[in-house]
């Protein structure tokens, strides 16, 4: 950012008045309010127009499906900007097929959108991952933790041949992302997107807390056929009356 636009940022903060309804809140919450008028001014300053364009209309070119963690904010990690990115985040980038959030943004984002390149990503030392590897008990949760064991267990013979417990969780969180990559092709939605011929990339990343890179796992999905054929739709549903 330039010297500039934070001196500019820094003078519009000051001039800030905030309203009465406010006192009661903590200050640190007030700063994000502070934060947010001074990026506005940033936003304005380097284009005028950035506002309007985005009111209008939007036009992402990715649906990002990752975890709800708040060391992985999608924008920032890849450099997107707003309008660049739909984005669906929940504990441990879960694709579970019953979960209308999910199937919502997917159908919205591949139907609507048109989006072509969807991003599964994980995340070494995910909590969601660490947690379904053990059998403690944390609450409502679980219930959700579930989903990832069924994981764990598709894939045991691999995972608990790994001695080190740290080298395990990081492979469970590959392998956890090929999974939900796999589960988003098993949709109908993505099906018959597919099936129309049109272009659908199913990515699958593991972002880095520790050094903050992302890694491709080199699985991306691209058509029915990748799935076992237990999973195949046929092109059309039939309801007979
Ligand atoms: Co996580």
């Known amino acids: 950012m330039e010297k500039k636009q934070l001196k500019r940022a820094g003078k519009e903060r000051k001039r800030i008045k905030l309203p009465k309804t406010t006192h009661k809140m903590?200050?640190?919450?007030?700063?994000?309010?502070?934060?947010?008028?001074?990026?506005?001014?940033i936003q304005n300053y380097?284009?005028?127009?950035?506002f309007k364009g985005l009111a209008a209309s939007q036009h992402p070119e990715y649906l990002w499906i990752g975890c709800s963690d708040s060391r992985v904010p999608a924008n920032q990690i890849t450099g997107t900007k707003p309008g660049e990115m739909f984005?669906?985040?929940?504990?441990?980038?879960?694709?579970v097929h019953s979960d209308m959030n999910l199937l919502s943004v997917l159908s919205y984002a591949v139907d609507i959108l048109k989006i072509k390149d969807v991003m599964v990503c994980g995340h070494y030392g995910c909590g969601?991952?660490?947690?379904?590897m053990g059998n403690k008990q944390y609450g409502l949760i679980d219930n959700w933790l579930r989903h990832i064991k069924d994981v764990y267990r598709l894939h045991s013979s691999e995972l608990d041949a790994i001695a080190d417990e740290n080298q395990r969780a990081r492979?469970?969180?590959?392998?956890?992302?090929i999974e939900q990559v796999h589960d988003l092709g098993k949709t109908s939605i993505?099906?018959?997107?597919?099936?129309?011929?049109?272009?659908?990339?199913?990515?699958?990343?593991?972002?880095?807390?520790?050094?903050g890179l992302i890694k491709d796992l080199d699985v991306t999905a691209t058509c029915?056929?990748?799935?076992?054929?237990v999973y195949h739709?046929?092109?059309?549903?039939n309801i007979t009356p």
């Open 26 to 41: 903590e200050k640190k919450h007030l700063k994000l309010l502070e934060n947010n008028k001074a990026w506005v001014t």
């Open 46 to 50: 380097n284009n005028p127009d950035f």
């Open 128 to 132: 969601g991952v660490l947690a379904a």
């Open 233 to 237: 739709l046929e092109k059309e549903y």
């Open 224 to 229: 029915t056929k990748e799935l076992h054929s």
């Open 87 to 95: 984005v669906h985040r929940n504990i441990a980038n879960m694709v």
């Open 171 to 177: 492979r469970f969180v590959e392998l956890n992302v």
């Open 190 to 211: 993505v099906q018959n997107a597919w099936e129309k011929g049109q272009e659908l990339n199913i990515h699958g990343w593991v972002y880095d807390v520790a050094d």
